[in-house]
C-alpha cells in the first residue's frame, strides 16, 4: 500500500504485471484479452456502416452501433460509390478496419473466392466476408464457452459440495447421477439433444452443454469437500455454532476453489472445442450468426477453399492454447493435483 | 479373505444395472420428449398423410405415454430388438452391427498408437529431460495438444484436395471386394492412416506427458536411486523397475479411454466418410431418426458403462493396495463422519 503511494499507481501497476510471479500467463492473457477485446468490439472492426460520415447535407456518428434511420439499407460501399458519382454527397466517409458485415453478401463478386484485395480473407458460400465474420465469430467461441462453464460449475460444485458434507444418501443419490453422467459419452447425448430440438439459439446449446459436462466437477469438487471435511476448522466452526450453509459458503467453498478453477480454465477450452465441433456438424448456431466452427462447416464441402479452414482453424487453435496454458500456470502456481487435468 | 471381494462385486452388479436403467431413461425421454414431429418431419420425404401418419405413429408406440412406450422400448432392447430404421427400414441392430466395428478399428488402432508409443517415448523424455531436443519438443507438443483433431483432419483435406496421394474417404477402395486377405488389409490400414493420426496425436501428447511424470516419479525413488548406486543401471533398469512401476497409473488411463472404443469420434468419421457409430449417429439425427438414434445412443451409453465398470475390476485387481478403499459413493462410506 505504501508502495503504491510511493511510486505511483501506473508504475506499481506495471511492476505487478511484470513480476516474474506471473511468467506463463502474461502471454496467454494478453491474448484472451485481444480476443475478448475484439470479441466486444466486433462491430468496430467489421461492420458495413461508416463509422463516421459527413455528407453536405447530413453528418453521421458511429453509425455501425447506432444504426440511423437515414442509413438504413444502405452499406458502406454504396456510399462510397455514391460519393465518387455525386459530387453534391461527397464528403468524409470513415469506415471500420474491414468495411464489410458479418451477414452482409456482396452481390456481384461470385461466393468462395480466395483473398483479394476486396475481401482480405476470401468469401464463403453466401458471398460474405471471411474476415468479418471471423471477428464477429469471436463473440460465439467466446460467450458460449464462458456460459456454459459457469453453468456447469455452478452446478457441479453445489452438488459435489452438498453431497460431500452431508454424506449418507444424499452422497449416494449425488455420486450415482454423477457416475452416470460421466460415462455416458457427452458428445452424442449432445448431438442428440441438439439435433432433435434443432434450437438454433445460443442459449439452448449453452444449456445442453452445462447439463452435460457437470459431472467431473462435482466429482472433484465432492472430493476436495470430503478432504476438508476430516480437517480440524470445520469442526471448529461448529462447536461454534455456524449454521451448515454458512460453513459450506464461508469455509469449504474457498478451499476448495482452486482445483475447481484449473478445472474451469480446461473446461473453458474443452467447451469452445466442442462449440466449434457442433457447429462444424452443422448442430451448433444457425448459418447465419458468424461462428468459427461453422466457417469450418462450409469448408467441409469445398476442400480447396483453404482461406475457410486456415483462419478460423488458427483462431480456435489460439483460443484452446491460450486458456490451456493459462489452465497449467495456474496448476503450477497453485500446486494442485493431477486429477484436475483433462 | 473372500468376503470383501465377493461383497465389492455384489456392489457392482447392483450398481451397474441401476447405472444403465438411468442411462437409458435420460437418454429415451431426452429423444421421445423433444420438440418436433417425427410424423411430421417423415411426411416431408414420403407419402404418409392423415390417416396413415396416425396409424404408423400408433406403430411406432408414438402416441402411448412416454413411461409406456419407455417401457415397452426396454423389454425389446433386451432381447437386442431395437426396432427399424424410419428410413430405409433396416433393423437397427444390424445397422449397429454394420457400423461398430469400423468405429473399433478406427479407436483401437489410435489406442495401439497412443500407447505402443507413449510409454517408451515417455519413459525416454523422463531419462533425457534436459536434453535440447526435449526443451524444444515439449512446446511443439503443448502446441500441438491445443490443436482441434477436426481442424487437423480439415487441413489434411484441404492439402490433400491440392495434389497428393493419401486416400481420404471410407475404410477401402472401391474395389477392395476383389482383393485378396493381405492386400485387403495393407488398403485398410493405408486408410486407416489418416483418421488414426488425427485422432491420436492429442492422446499420444497427453499420455507421454503422464508416462514422463510417472517415470520421473520413479526415478526420483529412494530405492531406484539405491538400485543404481550398486551399479544397476540402463536398459535393464528400466525395463524391470520404471515400466513396470508405471503400468499400473498407465493402465488407470487406459481404463478410462475404453469406453471410446464403442462411441468414437463423430467428426472424425463424418471428415473421412468411415460408416462407424458415430457417423451413424450423425445422420440418424440429420434424419430424425429415432430408433437408430436410440438404438446407437444406447448401445454407447452401455458399452461406456460397462468398459468403465470392468476397468475399475481390473484396477482392484492389479492394485492390491486399492482393494481395501471403498469405492466411491458405496455404502463404505458410511465409515466417514457424518454431519447431523
Known amino acids: 500500500m505504501a508502495m503504491r503511494r510511493a511510486i505511483g499507481l501506473p508504475r506499481w501497476v506495471w511492476r505487478q504485471v511484470s513480476s516474474p510471479r506471473l511468467a506463463g500467463a502474461r502471454l496467454p492473457l494478453a491474448w484472451l484479452l485481444l480476443l475478448s477485446g475484439m470479441a466486444l468490439g466486433a462491430d468496430f472492426l467489421a461492420s458495413d456502416k461508416p463509422l463516421y460520415l459527413d455528407t453536405a447535407t447530413e453528418r453521421y456518428w458511429l453509425a455501425n452501433i447506432v444504426d440511423p434511420p437515414g442509413l438504413r439499407g444502405r452499406t458502406v460501399q454504396e456510399l462510397r460509390a455514391a460519393q465518387q458519382v455525386d459530387a453534391r454527397t461527397s464528403g468524409i466517409l470513415v469506415t471500420t478496419p474491414i468495411a464489410?458485415?458479418?451477414?452482409?453478401?456482396?452481390?456481384?463478386?461470385?461466393?468462395?473466392?480466395?483473398?483479394?484485395?476486396?475481401?482480405?480473407l476470401g468469401t464463403d458460400l453466401s458471398r460474405r466476408d471471411v474476415a468479418a465474420r471471423l471477428v464477429h465469430g469471436a463473440r460465439i467461441a467466446l460467450w458460449v464457452s464462458s456460459a456454459s462453464v459457469t453453468l456447469y460449475l455452478c452446478i457441479g460444485v453445489v452438488l459435489g459440495v452438498w453431497a460431500g458434507f452431508f454424506g449418507g444418501a444424499v452422497d449416494v443419490v449425488v455420486t450415482k447421477l454423477t457416475e452416470t453422467v460421466i460415462a455416458v459419452p457427452a458428445f452424442f447425448l449432445l448431438l442428440a439433444i441438439r439435433g432433435f430440438s434443432r434450437d438454433t439459439s445460443e442459449w439452448t446449446i449453452v444449456l445442453s452443454l452445462?447439463?452435460?459436462?457437470?459431472?467431473?466437477?462435482?466429482?472433484?469438487?465432492?472430493?476436495?469437500?470430503?478432504?476438508?471435511?476430516?480437517?480440524?476448522?470445520?469442526?471448529?466452526?461448529?462447536?461454534?455454532?455456524?449454521?451448515?450453509?454458512?460453513?459450506?459458503?464461508?469455509?469449504?467453498?474457498?478451499?476448495?476453489?482452486?482445483?475447481?478453477?484449473?478445472?474451469?480454465?480446461?473446461?473453458?477450452?474443452?467447451?469452445?472445442?466442442?462449440?466449434?465441433?457442433?457447429?462444424?456438424?452443422?448442430?451448433?448456431?444457425?448459418?447465419?450468426?458468424?461462428?468459427?466452427?461453422?466457417?469450418?462447416?462450409?469448408?467441409?464441402?469445398?476442400?480447396?477453399?483453404?482461406?475457410?479452414?486456415?483462419?478460423?482453424?488458427?483462431?480456435?487453435?489460439?483460443?484452446?492454447?491460450?486458456y490451456n496454458a493459462l489452465g497449467e500456470f495456474l496448476l503450477r502456481v497453485l500446486a494442485v493435483g493431477p486429477q484436475v487435468h483433462d | 479373505m473372500r468376503t470383501p471381494v465377493v461383497g465389492r462385486l455384489l456392489r457392482l452388479a447392483l450398481g451397474l444395472p441401476l447405472t444403465l436403467l438411468l442411462v437409458t431413461a435420460i437418454t429415451f425421454v431426452l429423444l421421445r420428449l423433444a420438440p418436433g414431429d417425427p410424423a411430421a418431419a417423415l411426411g416431408a420425404g414420403s407419402n404418409l398423410d392423415g390417416d396413415a401418419a396416425q396409424a404408423w405413429r400408433r406403430l411406432q408406440g408414438?402416441?402411448?405415454?412416454?413411461?409406456?412406450?419407455?417401457?415397452?422400448?426396454?423389454?425389446?432392447?433386451?432381447?437386442?430388438?431395437?426396432?427399424?430404421?424410419?428410413?430405409?427400414?433396416?433393423?437397427?441392430?444390424?445397422?449397429?452391427?454394420?457400423?461398430?466395428?469400423?468405429?473399433?478399428?478406427?479407436?483401437?488402432?489410435?489406442?495401439?498408437?497412443?500407447?505402443?508409443?507413449?510409454?517408451?517415448?515417455?519413459?525416454?523424455?523422463?531419462?533425457?529431460?534436459?536434453?535440447?531436443?526435449?526443451?524444444?519438443?515439449?512446446?511443439?507438443?503443448?502446441?500441438?495438444?491445443?490443436?482441434?483433431?477436426?481442424?487437423?483432419?480439415?487441413?489434411?483435406?484441404?492439402?490433400?484436395?491440392?495434389?497428393?496421394?493419401?486416400?481420404?474417404?471410407?475404410?477401402?477402395?472401391?474395389?477392395?471386394?476383389?482383393?485378396?486377405?493381405?492386400?485387403?488389409?495393407?488398403?485398410?490400414?493405408?486408410?486407416?492412416?489418416?483418421?488414426?493420426?488425427?485422432?491420436?496425436?492429442?492422446?499420444?501428447?497427453?499420455?507421454?506427458?503422464?508416462?514422463?511424470?510417472?517415470?520421473?516419479?520413479?526415478?526420483?525413488?529412494?530405492?531406484?536411486?539405491?538400485?543404481?548406486?550398486?551399479?544397476?543401471?540402463?536398459?535393464?533398469?528400466?525395463?524391470?523397475?520404471?515400466?513396470?512401476?508405471?503400468?499400473?497409473?498407465?493402465?488407470?488411463?487406459l481404463t478410462l479411454d475404453l469406453p471410446w472404443i464403442v462411441g468414437g469420434s463423430v467428426v472424425i468419421e463424418r471428415i473421412f466418410s468411415i460408416h462407424g457409430m458415430g457417423m451413424v449417429a450423425f445422420q440418424a439425427v440429420l434424419q430424425r431418426d429415432l430408433p437408430v438414434l436410440l438404438g446407437v445412443v444406447t448401445v454407447v451409453c452401455v458399452s461406456s458403462v460397462a468398459a468403465l465398470a470392468a476397468?475399475?475390476?481390473?484396477?482392484?485387481?492389479?492394485?492390491?493396495?486399492?482393494?481395501?478403499?471403498?469405492?466411491?459413493?458405496?455404502?463404505?462410506?458410511?465409515?466417514?463422519?457424518?454431519?447431523?
Not at chain 2, 485387481?317 to 463422519?337: C, F, I, M, T, V
Open chain 1, 210 to 322: 452445462g447439463l452435460l459436462l457437470w459431472a467431473r466437477v462435482a466429482r472433484l469438487a465432492r472430493a476436495e469437500t470430503i478432504r476438508l471435511r476430516g480437517s480440524g476448522f470445520v469442526d471448529a466452526a461448529r462447536a461454534l455454532g455456524y449454521s451448515n450453509t454458512r460453513i459450506m459458503v464461508v469455509h469449504i467453498l474457498p478451499n476448495i476453489a482452486a482445483p475447481v478453477v484449473v478445472a474451469a480454465v480446461f473446461g473453458l477450452a474443452g467447451a469452445v472445442r466442442i462449440e466449434a465441433a457442433l457447429s462444424f456438424l452443422g448442430f451448433g448456431v444457425d448459418e447465419w450468426t458468424p461462428s468459427w466452427g461453422g466457417l469450418l462447416h462450409q469448408a467441409l464441402g469445398q476442400t480447396q477453399a483453404w482461406w475457410l479452414v486456415l483462419a478460423p482453424g488458427l483462431a480456435l487453435f489460439s483460443l484452446v492454447l491460450a
Open chain 1, 100 to 120: 464489410w458485415g458479418p451477414n452482409q453478401q456482396d452481390t456481384g463478386y461470385p461466393p468462395l473466392m480466395p483473398p483479394s484485395s476486396r475481401h482480405w
Open chain 2, 62 to 253: 408414438l402416441s402411448e405415454p412416454w413411461p409406456v412406450h419407455y417401457l415397452n422400448w426396454l423389454g425389446r432392447s433386451l432381447r437386442l430388438d431395437f426396432g427399424a430404421s424410419w428410413v430405409g427400414g433396416q433393423a437397427v441392430r444390424d445397422i449397429i452391427l454394420q457400423a461398430m466395428p469400423k468405429t473399433a478399428a478406427l479407436t483401437a488402432s489410435a489406442l495401439l498408437v497412443v500407447y505402443g508409443l507413449a510409454v517408451p517415448l515417455g519413459v525416454l523424455a523422463a531419462i533425457h529431460d534436459r536434453s535440447l531436443a526435449l526443451r524444444i519438443l515439449r512446446p511443439l507438443a503443448f502446441g500441438a495438444y491445443a490443436v482441434p483433431s477436426f481442424w487437423a483432419a480439415l487441413m489434411l483435406l484441404v492439402w490433400a484436395s491440392a495434389g497428393g496421394s493419401l486416400p481420404l474417404r471410407g475404410l477401402h477402395s472401391a474395389d477392395a471386394d476383389d482383393l485378396e486377405l493381405f492386400p485387403w488389409l495393407i488398403d485398410s490400414l493405408w486408410h486407416l492412416l489418416l483418421p488414426v493420426l488425427c485422432l491420436s496425436y492429442a492422446p499420444l501428447v497427453r499420455t507421454i506427458r503422464f508416462q514422463q511424470a510417472a517415470s520421473r516419479e520413479i526415478l526420483d525413488a529412494p530405492h531406484i536411486q539405491a538400485a543404481r548406486a550398486r551399479g544397476l543401471e540402463g536398459a535393464v533398469l528400466v525395463r524391470r523397475h520404471v515400466v513396470r512401476n508405471s503400468l499400473v497409473p498407465l493402465v488407470t488411463l
Open chain 2, 311 to 340: 476397468g475399475d475390476v481390473l484396477l482392484r485387481w492389479l492394485n492390491p493396495a486399492q482393494r481395501a478403499a471403498p469405492a466411491a459413493g458405496s455404502w463404505g462410506e458410511r465409515e466417514y463422519r457424518r454431519w447431523p
